[in-house]
């Protein structure tokens, strides 16, 4: 299994940017797939997440109406667009994937695949 993001990088506030999370050894139509960010001196957190088999999508009411995910089983990648950044927004955003039980939502699936996350900075 391996995750790779990509689409990281500085951005000025009230920008847009797509993140992309290339995956191979897993099944979308099947696992789930989670963002989270960490920024500087703060916990990691989830913020979005597209579940396997439902295809069902949760936003954290943190980021919730900034947050847009989206999936293409073709090209194994699930992006997620961040609209209107703000420089709280700065930090490691990572893919997560793993697969759900039985009627589970995509919060409570152990991920246990993760790539190795993208910087993005919001600054002037």
């Known amino acids: 299994v391996q995750l790779v993001e990509s689409g990281g990088g500085w951005v000025q506030p009230g920008e847009s940017l797509t993140l992309s999370c290339t995956t191979s050894?897993?099944?979308?139509?099947?696992?789930?797939v989670a963002w989270f960010r960490e920024a500087p001196g703060k916990e990691r957190e989830g913020i979005s997440c597209?579940?396997?088999?439902?295809?069902?999508?949760w936003y954290a009411d943190s980021v919730k109406g900034r947050l847009t995910l989206s999936r293409d089983n073709a090209k194994n990648t699930v992006y997620l667009q961040i609209k209107n950044l703000e420089p709280e927004d700065t930090a490691v955003y990572s893919c997560?994937?793993?697969?759900?039980?039985?009627?589970?939502?995509?919060?409570?699936?152990?991920?246990?695949?993760w790539g190795q996350g993208t910087q993005v900075t919001v600054s002037p």
């Open positions: 997560a994937a793993g697969r759900p039980i039985v009627h589970s939502t995509c919060q409570t699936v152990p991920y246990a695949s």
């Open positions: 050894g897993i099944n979308l139509d099947l696992d789930s």
């Open positions: 597209i579940n396997g088999n439902d295809g069902s999508i």
